[in-house]
């Protein structure tokens, strides 16, 4: 379901662009949790695999951090 919202906010972008960013971030919240919750039962008491599924987020932020504060990025 994660997904479906996700990818349906780039038809949504075309004509209502605030829909558009409701649903990927309803889209990402989902995907997240379900995904999450799968990393932390394949290994449990251990945070290898969360760590894997969170690092690249992490590397994302920072990175659209950087772009939008050196205006390198205008939405």
């Given at each position: 379901?994660?997904?479906?919202?996700a990818?349906?906010?780039?038809?949504?972008?075309?004509?209502?662009?605030?829909?558009?960013?409701?649903?990927?971030?309803?889209?990402?919240?989902?995907?997240?949790?379900?995904?999450?919750?799968?990393?932390?039962?394949?290994?449990?008491?251990?945070?290898?695999?969360?760590?894997?599924?969170?690092?690249?987020?992490?590397?994302?932020?920072?990175?659209?951090?950087?772009?939008?504060?050196n205006?390198?990025?205008?939405?």
């Amino acid at each position: 379901m994660g997904c479906i919202l996700a990818s349906s906010s780039a038809i949504a972008s075309i004509f209502y662009p605030v829909l558009a960013v409701v649903l990927v971030g309803i889209g990402n919240v989902l995907f997240h949790l379900s995904a999450g919750s799968i990393c932390l039962n394949l290994t449990p008491k251990k945070a290898s695999a969360p760590s894997i599924f969170v690092a690249p987020v992490a590397l994302g932020l920072m990175v659209g951090t950087v772009l939008g504060r050196n205006g390198q990025f205008i939405a």
